[in-house]
């Protein structure tokens, strides 16, 4: 299976919908090592390319990741679909021809598939995955508590 670099699709939708403000001297600023799934796909900023010629949901995913980074680390509002990360949205599907972001997170995955539930040690937040993973943390409370590191204090534990 053919492989396909994330990161030079970050640095074009940086530059594209963000005015390179998610990045500084050519390095990503969002850390991507806590949460879930779609986090830890985009921290390798690789992912397998599907072969039906449509755009991978993993670059939509990407896509949508970067503005809730946009919202946490620039904007420094505390939302997750709030009428700030729904106006970057439309905008920039206004803008791509290509794919269309929805709110959805778990574009990729049939909700069927998530049948394991986590709960944020921390605050107490739900999130649902195909599968237990080990160490992983709340995105929402690494990023209001702890300058968005991982954290153990917000460890998302399986029932
Ligand atoms: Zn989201
Ligand atoms: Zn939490």
Known sequence: MPVIPLLPLFHKFNSQYFENSLAV??????KVRWSDNRLKTTAGFYKRKRINGLVDSEI?????????????????????????????????NKKEKN??????????????????????????????????IKNIACKKCCVNFFNGSWNKNCLILFD
């Not at 929805?102 to 937040?125: A, D, M, W």
């Open 99 to 132: 794919f269309q972001i929805s709110v959805r997170h778990s574009f990729p995955i049939e909700r069927r598939e998530l049948k394991y539930i986590g709960t944020c040690q921390n605050c107490g937040e739900k999130f649902f995955y195909r599968k237990r």
């Open 60 to 92: 939509i995913t990407l896509c949508h990741e970067m503005i809730h980074a946009w919202v946490d680390r620039i904007l420094k509002k505390n939302e997750i679909h709030g009428p700030n990360f729904l106006e970057k949205m439309n905008e920039i």
């Open 25 to 30: 001297n050519n390095q990503p600023l969002v």
